[in-house]
Nanobody
Framework: QVHLVESGGGLVQAGGSLRLSCAASGRIFSINAMGWYRQSPGNQRELVAHITSGGTTTYADSVQGRFTISRDNAKNTVYLQMNSLKPEDTAVYYC???????????????WGQGTQVTVSS
């Protein structure tokens, strides 16, 4: 019913940049908060960045000052600009969104399929 599709991942050298995009489609009445998470082997899935419907942002300490989250409500899309990438940023990045499918419904969480980001030394 609701699909989130990430794009923009890939291989980049340390110090480089990537921009991830996540577009939501399907049965959508409204989207509340959106965020980016990541998971690497041996680690828990962790919050990278979060943005509310009002534009308030939150970042993990490890990416503060390097990553920027933004959204385009007209396109149902959230972005993650990643600068000064480090090898420890290597992970699968997942998009998340709280979506209401009907006007009377509350927001439910939906996840994208994930996109691989690999940062080499």
């Amino acid at each position: 019913q609701v699909h989130l599709v990430e794009s923009g991942g890939g291989l980049v050298q340390a110090g480089g940049s990537l921009r991830l995009s996540c577009a939501a489609s399907g049965r959508i009445f409204s989207i509340n908060a959106m965020g980016w998470y990541r998971q690497s082997p041996g680690n828990q899935r962790e919050l990278v960045a979060h943005i509310t419907s009002g534009g308030t942002t939150t970042y993990a300490d490890s990416v503060q000052g390097r990553f920027t989250i933004s959204r385009d409500n007209a396109k149902n899309t959230v972005y993650l600009q990643m600068n000064s990438l480090k090898p420890e940023d290597t992970a699968v990045y997942y998009c998340n969104a709280g979506v209401s499918t009907w006007s009377w419904d509350y927001a439910r969480p939906y996840w994208g399929q994930g996109t691989q980001v690999t940062v080499s030394s």
